[in-house]
């Protein structure tokens, strides 16, 4: 079924102010270490730094404002403010530096800002370096110049911008696996689209869950798992400056936390924690960013009793795509399309190749990718059908399987290897805590598989664990995928998301 919006709709009417408006303002909304703010309490907030937004700080419907926080609620009225305001988002990862920053003022043509106090060091820099940046206010410190008493001065009363549907709200960037970030358009329709499509056929959130979780906001995983989804159904979310696994359990144990997002790393990590997270509240657990090996699954659903629901989103879809319940879940697969997505599976030429063939993905559905001033867009989105990168297979029953990104297929001795897919081998081993493959160049086969091991406490990096890994990946896939490389390594080259960056270890 095609979703149908108005022409003139705006995100924050509808996922803050409706809550408000039918009687229900005096609902927890957001919680955090020592906080609690209900539905009123942020609709009040945002309401105020609209008005400062406005008057004070000359925002005209358009333009950019960035926005700069770990995951608090500050961050979250910023955010609503400048919905409400008719702005657009460009929310950014806590640890990014300055250069970094300026190229998202640049690329975004960000005019305003609004920073937590803690992170205004690299803020500052940024905006000596570029003049397009000229409102700046910093939050979450006293003084007679914060945000604060800005919002003490303002009315908190504020008539939402009467927006189009489409008209953009936020600028997503991409995480940046390769180091280049891209900047993706999304409409106050896309928000709620995305809304109306996962949330109710797959997670299935009740206004009494409590969402928590890792993602930065600012990675559109976190905006829409940790604020957009909880917000559509009136429920409340835990938001954690830091969200480490020992963190996360924690915060957890703390809230009464419910619904869980966070990586595939990360509940490899919690899992080892399962006699304490049986005894908590949590029921639902969600894990995206990068592929789930099936022996995370396997180890949570054994630790904890619960099925992992696996889903793949991108920036440039919004969010999730492809999913699966528990109850339908299938060991190695990411799912199904979401309701009211389309996939399929295509060659080089686009065309669509046989179940069991590996290709290209390919999906079509209410958000999509629009990149901002990018040449991109034209080898992203073919005839309305979204290229993401990924290469997949699609069995007779309509299951998607992930195999790798498409530039992470390693060929050697002409067989297509997906590096995942040796990762997965070596992760079912016990001494293996967490492992990365990549092709490197060979000479008489074009390419090797090479390994890159992180060992638990304990285990001797020797040349019989090597021995020892390469016979059991020969044991357990194809013999010829096993790694005839084995580096040990103390961690891996992660982003902010929990992606691998395989480039690092290509460059290593
Ligand atoms: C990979 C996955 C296998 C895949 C994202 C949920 O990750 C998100 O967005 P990004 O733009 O990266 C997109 C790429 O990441 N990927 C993500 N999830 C999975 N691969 N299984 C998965 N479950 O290569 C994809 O093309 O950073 C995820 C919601 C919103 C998001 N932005």
């Not at 609004?114 to 000596?128: F, Q, V, W």
């Not at 003490?152 to 970030?181: H, I, Q, W």
């Not at 963190?247 to 790393?265: R, Y």
Request: hydrophobic share 40%; aromatic share 8%.
């Amino acid at each position: 079924p095609e979703l149908q919006f108005p022409e003139r709709l705006n995100c924050a009417t509808e996922l803050l102010d409706k809550h408000v408006a039918a009687g229900h303002g005096d609902r927890v909304c957001i919680r955090a270490p020592g906080l609690t703010w209900t539905y009123a309490d942020l609709r009040d907030k945002a309401n105020r730094i609209a008005n400062v937004l406005v008057q004070d700080m000359g925002l005209v419907p358009g333009n950019r404002v960035l926005l700069r926080a770990p995951n608090n609620p500050m961050l979250v009225a910023c955010w609503f403010a400048v919905m409400k305001a008719g702005g657009i988002a460009v929310a950014t990862m806590p640890l990014l530096r300055a250069k970094e920053l300026k190229a998202i003022v640049d690329i975004g043509q960000v005019s305003h800002a609004l920073c937590d106090a803690a992170l205004a060091e690299e803020m500052r820099l940024t905006a000596l370096e570029t003049p397009l940046l000229r409102h700046l206010r910093h939050f979450n410190y006293e003084g007679p110049d914060s945000l604060e008493a800005a919002m003490e001065r303002a009315s908190p009363y504020f008539d939402n911008l009467d927006t189009a549907s489409d008209d953009t709200c936020l600028l997503g960037f991409t995480s940046g696996t390769t180091g280049v970030p891209k900047a993706t358009m999304h409409f106050h329709r896309d928000v709620m689209a995305i809304c109306h499509c996962w949330p109710p056929h797959v997670l299935k959130p009740t206004a009494d869950d409590v969402f928590i979780g890792s993602p930065p906001l600012a990675f559109t995983f976190g905006l829409g798992g940790l604020v957009l989804f909880p917000m559509s159904v009136g429920a409340s979310t835990v938001l954690l400056e830091k969200a480490s696994p020992p963190q996360l359990l924690d915060g957890i144990k703390e809230f009464h936390a419910t619904v869980l997002f966070t990586a595939p790393t990360s509940y490899r990590t919690l899992a080892a924690r399962g006699i304490e997270l049986k005894r908590t509240h949590l029921r639902k657990c969600v894990s995206a960013g990068e592929a789930l090996p099936a022996s995370t699954r396997a180890l949570w659903k054994e630790a904890t009793g619960i099925e992992l629901i696996d889903g793949i989103g991108a920036t440039e879809m919004l969010h999730i795509f492809i999913s699966h319940t528990e109850d339908k879940a299938r060991p190695g697969a990411t799912g199904k399309p979401v309701p009211g997505y389309q996939a399929k599976v295509v060659d080089d030429d686009g065309n669509e190749v046989p179940p069991g063939t590996v290709g290209k993905l390919a999906v079509k559905g209410p958000t999509g990718c629009r990149y901002l001033a990018d040449e991109r867009q034209k080898t992203y989105v073919k005839n309305g059908w979204n290229v993401t990168g990924d290469a997949y297979l699609m069995d007779a029953d309509g299951y998607f399987f992930y195999q790798a990104r498409t530039d992470d297929m390693i060929i050697s001795s002409g067989y297509n290897i997906a590096a995942p897919e040796v990762e997965d081998a070596l992760m079912l081993h016990p001494a293996v805590a967490e492992c990365a493959v990549i092709g490197v160049p060979d000479e008489e086969r074009g390419q090797i598989v090479k390994a890159f091991v992180v060992l638990r406490p304990g285990q001797e990096q020797d040349a019989a664990m090597v021995k020892t890994l390469q016979d059991f990946v020969k044991q357990t896939v194809a013999p010829y995928k096993y790694p005839r490389a084995v580096e040990f390594v103390d961690k891996l080259p992660r982003t902010q998301t929990g992606k691998l960056q395989r480039f690092k270890l290509h460059e290593a």
